[in-house]
């Protein structure tokens, strides 16, 4: 498997890891080789109940059963994707009422650019240095990163960027502004959160303009950060929320959510304004209506911050300069790109699943299951300070 891995599989890095995957379970992937890896990633993010939790599963069965793919989006009535924006309004604040579903976070990031293109007639969007967004070409765009955009241009056009957390940039946003896209809490460039009233700041900014504020939850979103949403931490609700990652337990999905009023751009002027095939499918909203049920019906959301203050802790070290982030979405920022290394791929022959962040080398990217346990915690902290105690 492994040669025809190299073979037939595009390969997205010179070096991937290449773990040869048998199962996963919780908060365990299992290799061919019968061993057990202690899973701090969840799929960057992505399964959030961990792996195959059994309601998800058993969601996914029993709508595989009924039926998967019968029309493209928005055409027929199917009874997972209702249920699941209906019970997904119902936990987000006005005007965040009507969702858009799509299969994935960087598609749910393009309908969100052309809404706000749409709705206010204007061109002009504002992004963040730093910031990461995902890797289709509107996303791409809007990524404050030129080294992973230089060899890919020309972009999509009036594209401006500001300095996250950076108050004296807010007077760029103008009546010229169609939107501002921010992510809440910024992935790749660290796990750095918001300081000083930021948003609230960029919020009153974009009412004072007439832009609209997207906000890209698609990592912090679904629990991982105390609240469903980490926006609810920063006293800012966005015009459009874009989500993802662990929306769905594991499985390909994403969304924009705006009010109904704005979504209605869409359907005229040009009709199928936004359009997918397989945007709303009903095994993908079963699985993330089960997921949002779990989430939103039991402790997790509360445990997220008791299992953060473990981490932080435990991870006490000399060469840890400090943890970035919230709740179960955290980055041990390191010495330097070396130890950053030796930590990750120690700790993968150790049997710990650890990855890096995109932008920031000296970072250690911690974002496990929100269904990990107290003692798993315990477990991979010990691995980490060993490695780091190996490190010479």
Not at 160 to 187: C, M, P, R, W
Not at 283 to 311: G, H, M, N, P, R
């Amino acid at each position: 498997m492994r040669e025809d891995f190299f073979t037939y599989q595009t390969q997205t890095t010179p070096h991937p890891l290449a773990l040869e995957i048998s199962h996963a379970k919780g908060s365990y992937i299992y290799d061919t080789a019968g061993n057990a890896h202690l899973d701090f990633v969840a799929g960057v993010s992505a399964c959030s109940l961990g792996h195959c939790h059994p309601k998800v599963v058993q969601a996914v069965q029993d709508q595989v059963e009924k039926y998967m793919h019968v029309m493209v989006y928005g055409e027929y009535i199917q009874e997972p994707a209702v249920a699941y924006a209906k019970l997904l309004a119902s936990h987000l604040p006005y005007p965040l009422e009507t969702t858009y579903l799509v299969n994935s976070g960087t598609e749910a990031i393009e309908g969100a650019l052309k809404l706000a293109r749409r709705v206010t007639g204007r061109s002009q969007i504002i992004s963040a240095n730093q910031a990461y967004h995902g890797n289709t070409m509107g996303s791409l765009s809007v990524m404050g990163y030129e080294p992973r955009k230089s060899v890919f241009r020309p972009l999509i056009p009036d594209i401006s960027f500001i300095a996250y957390n950076k108050e004296e940039d807010i007077s760029k946003i103008t009546h010229k502004t169609a939107a501002v896209i921010l992510e809440t809490i910024q992935g790749a460039a660290g796990f750095l959160q918001p300081t000083n009233g930021y948003l609230t700041k960029v919020r009153k900014r974009c009412n004072e303009t007439g832009t609209l504020l997207i906000l890209d939850e698609i990592q912090p979103g679904f629990g991982r950060t105390g609240k469903l949403f980490a926006f609810e931490n920063y006293n800012c609700v966005p015009d459009i929320l874009v989500i993802g990652k662990g929306m769905a337990g594991g499985l390909p999905v994403g969304a924009f959510v705006a009010s109904k009023e704005m979504m209605a751009t869409l359907q005229d002027q040009p009709k199928l304004g936004h359009i997918t095939t397989f945007g709303g499918n009903p095994v993908i909203a079963a699985a993330s209506l089960a997921t949002l049920k779990e989430i939103t019906e039991t402790k997790l959301i509360q445990e997220t911050l008791e299992k953060e203050a473990i981490f932080r802790e435990l991870l006490q070290h000399k060469h840890i300069k400090a943890i970035n982030g919230k709740g179960l979405m955290l980055a041990v920022m390191l010495e330097n790109e070396k130890i950053t290394n030796h930590v990750v791929l120690t700790c993968a022959k150790k049997g710990l699943i650890l990855f890096w962040l995109l932008f920031e080398p000296k970072a250690v990217r911690i974002s496990p299951p929100l269904t990990i346990s107290k003692e798993e915690i315990e477990k991979g902290c010990n691995l980490i300070l060993n490695a780091l105690n190996d490190y010479i």
